[in-house]
């Protein structure tokens, strides 16, 4: 059974995928291979620096840098995206392989439905958090500025909308433990459903 586990920018869902790597359920977090591939000696760094000239450097692609060169520009972030989502891809495809016999397994995808990643699971889950939260999770992060944040928000899809496409909601916006009971709570159902 291989699950899409989803939420908007600041919404909790690398606290719940962990809480499903806790609970022995293997992850591959799509966020995670994109640094591999861009970090330092990584599969990509040559590819975006021929496409964006000096946006890298000896640790890999410079976040920094490259962010404002394809943010707010479509064909930019077309070229950039048609780097990363195949080799992205392969390494799901390896992951997949490696745990064939899990009984389920569980991709961290941060761009699930605007990506079209949907497609390729048996269930969704939705990581979600009040706006409250969520605004002050984001606006905490290093660099971050209030006009970044909207346009990271407007460039995903709405939590409501992403709550209404979920089979499973997850609520982050409650203590940890409370969280980790839900994510407990929902492996429970989905093995019931593998029964």
Do not use: W
């Given at each position: 059974m291989i699950i899409g586990l989803t939420g908007?920018?600041?919404?909790?869902?690398?606290?719940?995928?962990?809480?499903?790597?806790?609970?022995?359920?293997?992850?591959?977090d799509a966020d995670a291979a994109v640094h591999v591939l861009q970090g330092p000696g990584g599969a990509l760094v040559?590819?975006?620096?021929?496409?964006?000239?000096?946006?890298?450097?000896k640790k890999g692609v410079n976040r920094q840098i490259l962010g404002p060169a394809v943010f707010g520009n479509p064909d930019a972030l077309q070229k950039l995206e048609a780097v990363i989502h195949p080799a992205v891809g392969k390494m799901r495809g390896e992951f997949l392989k490696k745990h064939?016999?899990?009984?389920?397994?569980?991709?961290?995808?941060?761009?699930?439905?605007?990506?079209?990643?949907?497609?390729?699971?048996d269930f969704i889950i939705v990581a979600s958090a009040s706006e409250q939260d969520q605004q002050k999770r984001v606006l905490a992060r290093p660099s971050m500025t209030v006009n970044k944040f909207e346009k990271i928000k407007s460039l995903q899809m709405p939590d409501d909308e992403k709550r209404k496409r979920a089979d499973f909601i997850i609520n982050t916006s409650q203590s940890l433990e409370e969280t980790r009971q839900e994510v407990k709570n929902t492996i429970e159902k989905l093995k019931a459903s593998l029964a």
């Open positions: 908007s920018i600041g919404m909790g869902k690398s606290t719940v995928a962990q809480m499903f790597v806790d609970e022995g359920v293997p992850v591959f040559e590819e975006i620096e021929a496409l964006f000239p000096g946006t890298t450097d064939q016999n899990a009984p389920m397994i569980l991709f961290d995808i941060p761009l699930l439905f605007e990506k079209t990643g949907a497609n390729g699971v």
